[in-house]
């Protein structure tokens, strides 16, 4: 559990949910199921029991720094990395990575956005877990995906090769499809 890091993606300006998000107050700080937590804290809160909260880091842009500050006074200045630029999701996970790996090159890390909303929370720890285990014993990189039940061409899809295994070996990864190939995979059974 020492080795495990948490690296929170909570730059974006969440355009696509506007009016509710907007760029000086996104949807990431938003408490938007009325919980008493932003979409921010509970995916900090998710994390409980997977790794020590000092090794919890957010990614933001310097206009945000405020807004996490005041919703996650738990965390330390330097756990809080900001962005020069918006460069979306690889350059913000290789800048934390290199951040991580400078403290500690055993790092085994779960990146993770700020604005899922994800209810069934210990299925999601034990998948974790789980994915956390396969990386300790292979040099692998794990992807979760969830089961569609509609085809949909708002995400991308992500093909496995069919074994017995919990932890599958990706085949191909497909961004956002047209709707005729999403409904293909969809019928197909073996992407997520």
């Known amino acids: 559990m020492q080795d495990t890091y948490v690296i929170i993606m909570a730059g974006g300006v969440g ?3 506007w009016p509710f998000s907007r760029t000086s107050y996104p ?4 408490d938007v199921l009325g919980t008493g937590q932003s979409l921010l804290q509970q995916t900090v809160s998710r994390f409980d029991g997977i ?3 000092e090794n919890i880091y957010i990614v933001t842009s310097s206009e945000y720094q405020e807004l996490v500050q005041k919703q996650l006074p738990q965390l330390g200045a330097d756990q809080i990395l ?3 630029h918006r460069r979306n999701t690889a350059p913000c996970i290789a800048y934390a990575c290199y951040k991580i790996g400078t403290r500690n090159p055993n790092a085994n890390i779960v990146v993770a956005p700020a604005d899922h909303i994800i209810l069934k929370e210990e299925v999601f720890r034990d998948t974790i877990r789980v ?3 396969a990386t300790r014993m292979e040099d692998i990189l794990v992807t979760l995906g ?4 509609r ?9 496995y090769l069919p074994d017995k295994r919990t932890v599958k070996k990706v085949k191909t990864f497909t961004e956002k499809p047209h709707h005729d190939l999403a409904v293909q995979f969809l019928e197909s059974g073996d992407f997520v």
């Open 151 to 159: 085809p949909d061409t708002g995400y991308g899809y992500i093909q």
């Open 82 to 84: 900001l962005e020069p």
């Open 51 to 53: 790794c020590p909260v």
């Open 146 to 149: 969830i089961q569609p039940t």
């Open 131 to 133: 994915a956390l285990g």
């Open 15 to 17: 355009t696509r949910f």
């Open 27 to 30: 949807k990431q700080f938003h």
